[in-house]
């Protein structure tokens, strides 16, 4: 920014001021002399006027016009420097007697249709004046105040305003020149007092900028007048004292740097020191990481082994004292293994190296699943269990719903352990949406014992718990809250509780996740609730008003009751109901009150359903065997409420229905090394568009490129012959396929090989198992979006597929079913083909770890990874990503002998439980098709 100097400033301090007086004092006078002159020509033109008006009434009564005419003559000879013309005019408008009969008589008439003033009037046309004053007899008014009327004529006068407009143009002209005269003079004295005084200045603050870069030799000289010699004087000491101080401070530094170089010397020796000991951290850090991993191993592989033998011995005949112990030694082997995973998450999270996904999923059938967990827990302790879902928030989202769930497990589980009776409330609500991202905040408020203040300060520490007699009463780790905080955090989001002691605790998260275009869950078959109505009875206003919303949404009319006396007085009006939903604590002593209620309620009210705190079939048949049309176990939930109040003709027994889009109108091609993955992924696209080109390596890819035209790519990273991104660029340069989306698939990828595929030019990037729903994000958004229209009900109805629920400790079917679209020949084929290569695969990585060939076990892990991914063996696969993570981490084959140790394990146990898994799908499959 300019900064105005002291000479600039002193020209606006007095030239400036005197001008603008000048000007104004010049301006008011000038204003005032024309003002002066202008009145001075009017009163000039009245004084010739209005005599000649008076005198002149009886020659024209008496028409003498030669009187007038001398009259006017002599006015006009007196008066000849201003007055140009005198005309008298009769009062029909014409003239009587002018003083000059060759001037312009035109310009005084008056114009027709005007009357003759009462007044002297004034016309101002160029250059000239035209007064006119009217001509009356005096001597014949009726009263000296009455209106003048008849006038007799009247008389104009024409004034010549060249003289007094030349005197006016004289006074602003003088006047200008005094204020310049004035402003000249001003400007005389401004520029001697600049050199008197803004000089000597401008030599002191040269003489500061001097000193100031270092110059400390620098003063001021010359003699200068009162002050200034004064400010001179003082500038030329702080200069002096400057140097003096200057030398002192050298020698300071010198000595300063002597003691610096001892004590770097010091500091040396101490570094040397903290470097040994800092790499036996790291060794001991890196014993630490060996002895989890083997500690992870060894200890879940006998836990596996007690568990699952525990599960099969309860299958079998036993006393019940038998069954307690083995029921305890269960729950206690459970609890032993939650810790040792809590144990390990928070070993990943402090090491940094927890990855938090991005994938699509159904927000409401996640939390919905994770509450069907927890439920068992909260009936056994009679504790009431509900959850609101907020209708605004998007169901379909991209995050991690895996630990998403987790934080919610230990919340309501923390929740449940520490609540004796009461309620759990879990709700969901959003606390932004905007630019396509939603921030969701999960509450989880119990009515349980409660923190004081200094148990409060400490949750949140690891192996901590609000009181050390908690870890005797009800067990845990501690560890379950900091891993919740940390994953939140990793969420971008964060988490935080109120507690009361003997009030309960109220704790929340937040995390953000990208909002998913494409719709995820299924659509609820609800149309056939609308308008109808329903009685719904339930005493915690947590559950009633959460139900309530659901079914208010769907448009249905709800009569919420809350205690027995009103759903007394409700069935005695004469309103009718076409469903009664009662909520009921079942205990032995209130189950004959139960029977009796559904018995009354069936009198009035069709179908009768009701929601219970427990998951006992038994008990369900019961009710239902006492005439209610159905028993749900409580929370509820849209789907399952949806599935019971809907009309059963759109019940498909065991068939779940899924939603088909249209096929999109495009050709993709799919590049695999690997069969079965190639397999796979041609099935799941064929599902969303209409023609599926597959090629077995980037060679072939490239060929097919140049002769076609592919509307998407899906591209391996690790192939023979030519690998993912050298076909990458390949076809970018030489095809005319270079600007078709080419998506990035591979089984495995450490952190930050997304952002170097995608600098190499990939568009986008899938991790396998590829995700059906991940598919079809990515469809939709390099895709023209009208392609993907969303299913119609008749094509949702149509299209059916089967649910086999086959799982092992090695092998999960539903997993398998889940990774291929639910294609159940194209699952057990996958898994088929997995199980018949282990062998082989096996002893090929056992001959290459003999002869330490880490390339050829990095080829066959990588194929295998892929291979697991969507065979369901969660398992072997979560070992296989493990070992390939610390392959491409360069980590000898002499490191992950435990790791190895493990993986053949899994492999032993695949290929051990594959036949019966594979006899057990055929058998239901055979069912299945009988049945149908």
Known sequence: MHKISLKDWVVLLTIVPTTLIGFGIGGYFSYSRYVELDEYLTLRAQSILEPIAIVGVEPIITKDRERLRRL??????????????????????????????????????????????????????????IFRTPIYDEARQLTPNSVYENALGYIAVQIDRNKVQFKQQSQIVIALFIVIFGSLISAIFTFRLIKNVTRPVTSMVQAVDRIREGKLESRVSGQLIGELNFLKNGINAMAQSLGDY?????????????????????????????????????????????????????????????????????????????????????????????????????????????????????????????????????????????????DQIPDSLIGDAMRIKQILINLANNAIKFTEKGSVCIDVDTENLSDGKAIIKVTVTDTGIGMNNDQQKTIFEAFGQADKSVTRLYGGTGLGLVISQRLAREMRGDIGFVSEVRRGSTFWYTFECEINPVSLGQPLLAQALENKSILYFEPHIHGRIATSDIMANWKMTVMPIESLDELSNALEQEQSYDYALISHDVTPTALPELKALITSLKEKIPSVHLAIN?????????????????????????????????????????????????????????????????????????????????????????????????????????????????????????????????????????SGEKEKLLVEGFSSYMTKPIDESMLKHTIYEYCDLELLSAPTLAEQLNAVGQTLSVKTEAIDWNLALSRTGNKVHLAKDMLSGLVSSLPETKLLIDDAITCQDVEQVKVLIHKLNGACCYTGVPALGKITQQIETMLKQNQSLDDLEPEFFEFFEHIEHVLKEAPTVLDNIDEMTISESASN
Do not use: W
């Open 72 to 129: 006017i003559g002599t006015a006009h000879r007196n008066h000849s420097d201003i007055v140009k013309n005198i005309t008298i005019f009769t009062a029909d408008n014409q003239i009587f007697v002018t003083s000059a009969y060759h001037g312009e008589t035109g310009l005084m008439r008056l114009k027709p249709g005007q009357e003759i003033p009462q007044k002297t009037v004034i016309e101002t046309i160029p250059n000239y004046l």
């Open 246 to 390: 200057h030398d002192e401070m050298q020698r300071s530094i010198d000595q300063a740097t002597v003691d610096l170089r001892e004590s770097l010397e010091q500091f040396e020796i101490q570094n040397v020191e903290l470097d040994i000991a800092k790499r036996k951290a790291q060794d001991a850090n890196k014993v630490k990481s060996e002895f989890l991993a083997n500690m992870s191993h060894e200890l879940r592989t006998p836990l596996n082994g007690v568990i699952g033998f525990t599960r099969q011995v309860l299958k079998t005949p036993l006393s019940e004292t038998q069954r307690d112990y083995l029921q305890t030694i269960e729950r206690s082997a459970n609890n032993l293994l939650a810790i040792i995973n809590d144990i390990l998450d928070f070993s990943k999270l402090d090491a940094g190296k927890m990855v938090i996904e991005n994938i699509p999923f159904a927000l409401r059938e996640s939390i919905e699943e994770t509450l069907t967990l927890l439920a068992p827990s909260a009936h056994k302790k009679n504790i009431e269990l509900s959850l609101r879902i907020a």
């Open 614 to 750: 427990s998951n006992s079939p038994s008990l369900q048949e019961v009710l239902i065997g006492c005439g209610a049309t159905s028993c749900l176990s409580k929370p509820l939930t849209p789907a399952r409420l949806a599935r019971v109040l809907s009309p059963q003709e759109q019940s498909t027994g065991h068939q779940t229905i899924v939603a088909l889009g249209q096929k999109a109108p495009i050709k993709v091609l799919a590049v695999d090394d690997n069969d079965a993955n190639l397999k796979l992924i041609k099935a799941l696209l064929t599902e969303q568009v209409q023609e599926v080109i597959t090629a077995s390596n980037g060679e072939e890819a490239v060929e097919l490129c140049k002769s076609e035209k592919f509307a998407l790519i899906f591209m391996d990273i690790q192939m023979p012959v030519m690998d993912g991104v050298t076909a990458l660029k390949t076809i970018k340069a030489n095809t005319f396929n270079d600007q078709t989306p080419i998506i990035a698939v591979t089984a495995h990828a450490l």
